[in-house]
């Protein structure tokens, strides 16, 4: 298949194998230039393969990768014009933020001065000016990590690989780098592919997400529609539709009547399979109700409130309905052991055929 040379980033049908075990099986995704791509799936699905593989760092089995046009399977790391930010900083040690940063312009045969230049300018973007003679040992662990960045970032790739390199940051630091590295990104204009299994981080940071499973893409997509249209139950219950329930779907006149097991219906106009369906949905979609309620769109369960805590600024309360248990916030007090509905909006629950395994359709 030929790609367009418009694309950054073109990788076509690619195979990566360890010994006798496939990771990678035809994995393909086109990435424009100046996009934003965050790769996101769980530990063993073949994310940071597939970025290694990208880097050079891991040989392809089968397929190409095409960078703006040129395929650069058989090429060798140095010769990508791409930078590589890791999870664990790979900083020297033994050298200076000046020395970390301004490695790689030292390799292209750069001038002293030059390299200086080079790394001063890059360490006022990144807040660091002033720190070129201290050891990278000496700084904290978000200053060290913005080092890595520059380091990367002083050679001006056209491409940057981040691969989960926030992930040993604390929280405060973590939210401030996403921030940082994507106000960069925007200002440089790079194109950038960023590996994380922190589903926040990619949601904030990229412009599209992939979400990868066992060797292969799942799904694709901008953040908002992979969120709030996963096309299979995995995405969904990896995008946090994790609670489910069985229902019945029957034709009614112009939409539906959905039935569930405890005999209540209600009627929906929207386009939902037909049948024997799961609803996946996340507890955020839930709300309490009247016991006895009917609503328009909405399935009410019968319940009652378990457990009741107080987070600031609502309530959330834990829902029994039978032997499931479901998480609700609500603004107002309830009484512990109270008998409520919980309420279930049609329009917000994710359903699949009871048969399918993959793939599929989305209220």
Same mark, same amino acid.
């Given at each position: 298949?030929?790609?367009?040379?418009?694309?950054?980033?073109?990788?076509?049908?690619?195979?990566?194998?360890?010994?006798?075990?496939?990771?990678?099986?035809?994995?393909?995704?086109?990435?424009?230039?100046?996009?934003?791509?965050?790769?996101?799936?769980?530990?063993?699905?073949?994310?940071?393969?597939?970025?290694?593989?990208?880097?050079?760092?891991? =040989? &392809?089995?089968? #397929?190409?990768?095409?960078?703006?046009?040129?395929? %650069?399977?058989?090429?060798?790391? +140095?010769?990508?014009? *791409?930078?590589?930010?890791?999870?664990?900083?790979?900083?020297?040690?033994?050298?200076?933020?000046?020395?970390?940063?301004?490695?790689?312009?030292?390799?292209?045969?750069?001038?002293?001065?030059?390299?200086?230049?080079?790394?001063?300018?890059?360490?006022?973007?990144?807040?660091?000016?002033?720190?070129?003679?201290?050891?990278?040992?000496?700084?904290?662990?978000?200053?060290?990590?913005?080092?890595?960045?520059?380091?990367?970032?002083?050679?001006?790739?056209?491409?940057?690989?981040?691969?989960?390199?926030?992930?040993?940051?604390?929280?405060?630091?973590?939210?401030?780098?996403?921030?940082?590295? =994507? &106000?960069?990104? #925007?200002?440089?204009?790079?194109?950038?592919?960023? %590996?994380?299994?922190?589903?926040? +981080?990619?949601?904030? *940071?990229?412009?599209?997400?992939?979400?990868?499973?066992?060797?292969?893409?799942?799904?694709?997509?901008?953040?908002?529609?992979?969120?709030?249209?996963?096309?299979?139950?995995?995405?969904?219950?990896?995008?946090?539709?994790?609670?489910?329930?069985?229902?019945?779907?029957?034709?009614?006149?112009?939409?539906?009547?959905?039935?569930?097991?405890?005999?209540?219906?209600?009627?929906?106009?929207?386009?939902?399979?037909?049948?024997?369906?799961?609803?996946?949905?996340?507890?955020?979609?839930?709300?309490?109700?009247?016991?006895?309620?009917?609503?328009?769109?909405?399935?009410?369960?019968?319940?009652?409130?378990?457990?009741?805590?107080?987070?600031?600024?609502?309530?959330?309360? %834990?829902?029994?309905?039978?032997?499931?248990?479901?998480?609700?916030?609500?603004?107002?007090?309830?009484?512990?052991?109270?008998?409520?509905?919980?309420?279930?909006?049609?329009?917000?629950?994710?359903?699949?055929?009871?048969?399918?395994?993959?793939?599929?359709?989305?209220?």
């Amino acid at each position: 298949m030929d790609s367009p040379v418009s694309a950054a980033i073109d990788v076509d049908h690619l195979q990566v194998s360890y010994g006798s075990q496939r990771v990678l099986h035809g994995v393909s995704l086109s990435v424009s230039p100046g996009e934003f791509i965050a790769i996101l799936g769980s530990s063993g699905c073949g994310k940071t393969t597939l970025l290694r593989t990208i880097a050079g760092f891991q =040989k &392809a089995a089968g #397929g190409a990768i095409r960078l703006f046009g040129r395929d %650069v399977v058989n090429t060798p790391p +140095e010769k990508r014009g *791409m930078a590589m930010m890791f999870q664990s900083y790979a900083l020297w040690p033994h050298m200076t933020v000046l020395g970390n940063v301004g490695y790689g312009l030292r390799l292209r045969g750069m001038r002293k001065d030059e390299i200086r230049s080079r790394v001063a300018a890059v360490l006022k973007m990144l807040n660091l000016s002033g720190l070129e003679d201290r050891k990278v040992t000496n700084l904290s662990g978000g200053q060290r990590q913005r080092v890595a960045l520059g380091r990367a970032l002083a050679i001006e790739p056209q491409i940057l690989l981040l691969d989960e390199p926030l992930s040993n940051l604390d929280a405060k630091v973590r939210i401030q780098l996403r921030s940082e590295i =994507k &106000a960069l990104q #925007g200002r440089l204009g790079f194109t950038a592919i960023h %590996v994380t299994h922190d589903r926040e +981080e990619a949601m904030t *940071m990229a412009d599209r997400i992939v979400v990868m499973d066992a060797g292969r893409i799942a799904q694709v997509g901008a953040p908002k529609e992979v969120y709030d249209h996963p096309n299979s139950p995995f995405v969904a219950s990896f995008m946090g539709a994790e609670n489910t329930l069985d229902l019945d779907v029957r034709a009614a006149g112009t939409g539906v009547e959905v039935r569930v097991d405890d005999g209540s219906t209600a009627n929906y106009g929207g386009q939902v399979p037909v049948g024997p369906v799961t609803a996946y949905f996340r507890d955020d979609i839930a709300s309490l109700d009247d016991l006895h309620a009917r609503i328009d769109g909405a399935i009410v369960l019968p319940g009652r409130i378990t457990q009741r805590t107080y987070p600031g600024g609502h309530y959330r309360y %834990v829902i029994a309905v039978g032997d499931r248990h479901f998480t609700v916030t609500d603004d107002r007090y309830h009484e512990l052991d109270r008998p409520v509905g919980l309420r279930l909006p049609l329009a917000s629950l994710h359903l699949f055929p009871q048969t399918q395994t993959s793939g599929g359709s989305h209220a």
